[in-house]
């Protein structure tokens, strides 16, 4: 008779599968109950988790836009460390300049006029002086002739044909030097040729050293300046700042081919300059003054091909002005309007606030 197996191990398999249900049912619910009311799951990470902390903990936003204008906001540490500099504006008073070219000009020809001209001077003095002894030897021996002290007639005759001979050579010698004179006054002008003729030896090799250099100015027809009392600077490559003054001497007889307007002599005493040479002039004109402040080259930032500067608005508050450049001065430009006398602008430190205006914008970019 076959034995029969008992059945309590698949009771227990029974149960074991029953009791697993139950727990998996109930984990669900758990999860169920967790999830938001609206459905969405939530997406956060550790890495989110870390981001919001890094953002909690980043130092307090440094520039906010006022009308569209970035203004950047720094608090007493922020001034220190970035060394800032602060000055006050003064009103200044300004006559607008003419800008112009100058010429330098190479003197060495018309040095050789002078000396031909100096030559010219003392061969006249020769023949002065031989007509004066001409004129005197046929003086005497006439006297004698007439008193029949035994000078004959011939030697009369002769010695008044020597003080005619004498007297040409001295109106040869004295049309050489007027030559001379005509031709530098043709090529140089009056003024110049004047000045250089009448000239101490020391002025002369002043200018044979190039210590003293002689600049060719165009000046506009209708600046209506009286250039004898006007200020002239002079400056190399646009520079206001090193510009240099220069003394009127008067008008000069050639154009410029590259300047329209008319030319007049100036003297430098600029050791910087060469024969040749284009340099920049700058007239005061005759304008009426102009009452404004200066912004001082320190304060001036240069990028996207302008001039800026920061000014103060408030405590710790710095807006960025564009700076006008059409009239600079040997310190800086002259600004009307943008700027106003009592105003505060940084002179020191504005490279460090338009980096941190630069930053502010790439950050902007980005979160875009």
């Known amino acids: 008779m076959a034995r029969r197996r008992p059945i309590w191990p698949l009771a227990w398999l029974l149960l074991l599968a029953v009791l697993a249900a139950a727990v998996w049912l109930f984990q669900g619910r758990e999860l169920a109950d967790d999830r938001p009311a609206n459905g969405d799951l939530d997406v ?36 220190a460390r970035a ?5 006050e504006l003064q009103a200044v008073s300004y006559v607008p300049e003419i800008r112009t070219t100058g010429l330098v000009v190479d003197v060495a020809p018309a040095l050789a006029l002078v000396m031909r001209w100096r030559q010219a001077g003392l061969a006249v003095e020769m023949a002065e002086a031989a007509v004066a002894a001409a004129r005197a030897e046929h003086e005497r021996l006439d006297a004698l002739y007439r008193q029949d002290s035994g000078v004959a007639a011939k030697q009369v005759t002769q010695a008044q044909t020597q003080l005619r001979l004498d007297a040409i050579a001295l109106r040869q010698a004295t ?9 530098s006054q043709r090529s140089w002008g009056e003024a110049l040729t004047t000045a250089l003729f009448e000239a101490s030896p020391d002025w002369i090799e002043e200018l044979g050293q190039r210590r003293l250099m002689l600049v060719q100015v165009a000046v506009p027809r209708d600046g209506g300046l009286d250039l004898e ?11 206001r700042a090193t510009a240099r003054a220069l003394r009127y001497l008067g008008p000069a007889p050639q154009a410029d081919p590259l300047v329209v307007g008319e030319t007049h002599f100036f003297l430098s ?23 404004g402040v200066v912004v001082p080259d320190t304060a001036v930032v240069w990028a996207m091909g302008r001039a800026w500067a920061y000014g103060e608005i408030g405590a710790g508050r710095f807006v960025r002005l564009a700076v006008p450049t059409d009239a600079e001065l040997a310190e800086g430009w002259f600004v009307a309007g943008v700027l106003r006398p009592g105003e505060r602008i940084v002179t020191a430190g504005a490279q460090t606030l338009y980096a941190e205006e630069f930053r502010w914008q790439i950050q902007e970019e980005d979160d875009d």
């Open 269 to 291: 005493a600029d050791q910087r300059l060469r024969a040749g040479m284009r340099a920049d002039v700058w007239l005061a004109g005759s304008g009426e003054a102009r009452t």
């Open 175 to 183: 049309a050489a030097r007027d030559a001379v004179q005509d031709e």
């Open 44 to 79: 956060a990470t550790p890495a989110a988790d870390d981001d919001q902390a890094g953002a909690d903990a980043a130092p307090a936003k440094r520039v906010e836009v006022v009308d569209g204008v970035p203004v950047l906001l720094l608090d007493e540490t922020d001034l």
């Open 229 to 239: 009392a006007t200020a002239a600077m002079l400056g190399i490559g646009g520079a």
């Open 83 to 87: 060394g800032l500099v602060l000055q």
